[in-house]
C-alpha cells in the first residue's frame, strides 16, 4: 500500500475542527488556508452576457473561474478512523452559489467527497467520487456559499491514495435557487387541470446544468425510451445547448430529476435527486450562422455516466417520429424556464411547420402558441431549451413530437403572443446535416425494426423481460442477503446466453461490472472492497434485465 501523509496539528485557533484520528485520540488542526479562485468580473461578464444575447448563444447562471489546485500539493491529508481525508479550502468571493470542477479524477472504491462550510457545517449530501475507469472529469454538488471546504474520503486501506485536480470553480451570479427570476404567468406541474393527463411525462423531465467553456446554463431535457426498452438512460435535448461543450464537460453536467414545487400554488422543492455525468451520443450538427445559427433541428440526445435510481421514480417518455405536416389535438410543453422548477405549458392551436429562420425554407420545427388556462399563461423562456412539446395518444399515452429551440425575440409573460419553436422527432430521425452514425434512429431504434411510435414505461425494462420467451421471474435470486462480500447469484436459464452483471450504488453509479459465462447457472462475485449500504444487482441480458436489491455489511 502506498504510504500517505498524515498533517499533524501544530497550533489551535479559535476557528478548527475537531477529528478522531487513527489512534483513537482527538486532535486538532488549525484553519485551512483558503485558495481563491480568479476574481470575477462583474463589468466584463456583464457586457459578454448582452453580446452572447445578441448572438442567441446560451444565458449563463454562473462563469468559471479558473483554478489550479491539486489534492497531493494543495490538500491537507489526516487519518480519522478507517478513512483517509484530504481537505481543500476554496474561496470564490461574491457567488451566490459554487460548483467545482473536477478533473484528472483518479481514486479507490468507496471514495466520497463532501463539501462543508468554512464552519464545519454540511452544505450538501455527501456523493460518491467511484467514477468509471474510462471518465476522469465530474463535478461537486451546488453549495450556496462563496467560501467551501472540499472534504475528500477514502478507506485507510484502500489500494492506492486517490487524486484529482480542481480546475475551475462554476461561480453562480444569477438565475440560482432561492431567487425569483421567471415570469409570474408559468404554470406549475402541480396544478389541475392542466397537469391531467400528462402527469408521466412530467417526471420524465428534467432540469440540465451544462457546463460550456465560459460557464454554466441551464436547459430542460426529456428521459425517452428506446425500442429495445433497456432501461438506456438516454435524455433528449438541443443541440444549442451543448454546443460547445467538451467532452470532459460532458462528463460534469448535472441532471435534476423531480425538481417541482410541491403544490400548484408553490411550497417545497428538493435538488437532492440528480446525477452527474454523461456521454453525447448523437446531435444534429446543424450550426449554420448563415441561417440566423440553425440549419436543422437542433437535438442532442445524451446517455447519462450512471443508470436511473429507481427512488427517482422515472418515466421513459415514448414518441412519435412520424413526419406530420399539422398537429391539431391540444398538447403540453414540460420545462424548466430560466432553470426554475418546473412548469407546464398548454397549446390549443393546430401545430404548423416551418423554421425559426423562414427564408431557409427548411420545414424542421412545430411552431406552437400558447394558451391561457385556468391557472396562468405558461410560455416558454430561457432554460426552456430542449423541452419536450407532447400530444396526447389513446393507444400510448402522451408522446414525444418535438425539443424546443426558442421563441419569438421577447417573449415574456407580458409578451406572450409570440411563437415557441420545437425541432421535429421526425426531423431529428434521419435528417439534419449530420452523419448516419449520430442521426437520432439509430440511437432510439438501434436493430432498425422501422419503429415510428413507441410509447412510454416507468419500468420499460420490466416489459422487455415480460417478452423474453424464456423468463419465468423479473427478479434474480441473491444470497447471501444481507452479503459480507461475497454475493451468490443464481441465473435463470433466459440468462445463460452471455449477459452482463451490474452491481449500482444508491447514487446510481455501477460500481462493479462481470459478463456471466454463456453456460452459467450459477456465480458468485466478489464486492468485498466496496463500502456497506443498499445496492441494486442488475443483470442485462437479450431481451431481459432481471433486478436484485443486496445489502452489504461486512
Known sequence: MKPFRIIAPIVVTTSCWCATASMGQVVRWPELHPYQAAVFDAAAVRIDDQHRAAIGELELYARTQTLSLTTSEHGRWYAEGAERVCRIRVRSQGALAMELLLEHVLVPPGATLLLRGDDGRELAPMVSLDLPSSIHE???????????????????????????????????????????????????????????????????????????????????????????????PFILSAFHCGRTSTAAQFNQYKFYFNFQYATCTGGAYSTAQFLTGAERVAYSNDYAPNLGGLGGSDFMLLRTTAAIPDQFQPYWAGWDATNISAVTADGVCIHHPTGAPKRISSYTQ?????????????????????????????????????????????????????????????????????????????????????????????????????????????????????????????????????????????????LVRGAELRLIDLAGRVVLQRSIPTTAEFITIDAAHLPDGPYTLSALGTNLHLTAPISLQH
Request: aromatic share 8%; glycine share 10%.
Open 138 to 232: 465530474t463535478s461537486s454538488p451546488m453549495v450556496f456559499a462563496d467560501d467551501i471546504v472540499l472534504e475528500y474520503r477514502e478507506p485507510f486501506d484502500a489500494a492506492f491514495e486517490g487524486r484529482f485536480s480542481i480546475q475551475g470553480v462554476a461561480h453562480a451570479y444569477r438565475y440560482v435557487d432561492g431567487i425569483q427570476r421567471e415570469g409570474t404567468c408559468h404554470v406549475n406541474v402541480a396544478c389541475e387541470p392542466e397537469s391531467i393527463g400528462w402527469e408521466d411525462v412530467i417526471k420524465a423531465t428534467v432540469r440540465i446544468s451544462v457546463v460550456t467553456p465560459e460557464g454554466n446554463g441551464w436547459c430542460t431535457g426529456t428521459l425517452v425510451n428506446n425500442v429495445r426498452q433497456d432501461c438506456a
Open 350 to 494: 393546430t401545430l404548423t411547420t416551418g423554421h425559426p429562420m423562414a427564408s431557409s425554407g427548411l420545414m424542421s420545427h412545430y411552431k406552437a402558441k400558447w394558451a391561457a388556462t385556468s391557472n396562468g399563461h405558461g410560455v416558454t423562456e430561457f432554460g426552456s431549451s430542449g423541452a419536450g412539446l407532447f400530444k396526447p395518444n389513446t393507444a400510448n399515452g402522451p408522446l414525444l413530437i418535438g425539443t424546443l429551440t426558442g421563441s419569438s425575440a421577447g417573449m415574456t409573460c407580458v409578451n406572450n403572443t409570440g411563437t415557441a419553436y420545437f425541432g421535429k422527432m421526425s426531423y431529428h430521425w434521419t435528417n439534419n446535416p449530420n452523419t448516419a452514425a449520430i442521426k437520432l434512429k439509430p440511437w432510439l431504434d438501434p436493430d432498425a425494426t422501422g419503429t415510428l411510435v413507441l410509447a412510454g414505461s416507468p419500468a420499460p425494462c420490466a416489459a422487455a423481460a415480460h417478452v423474453a420467451t424464456q423468463a419465468t421471474t423479473s427478479h434474480l435470486r441473491v444470497f447471501p442477503n444481507p452479503s459480507t462480500g461475497v454475493i451468490g447469484v443464481e441465473l435463470p436459464a433466459a
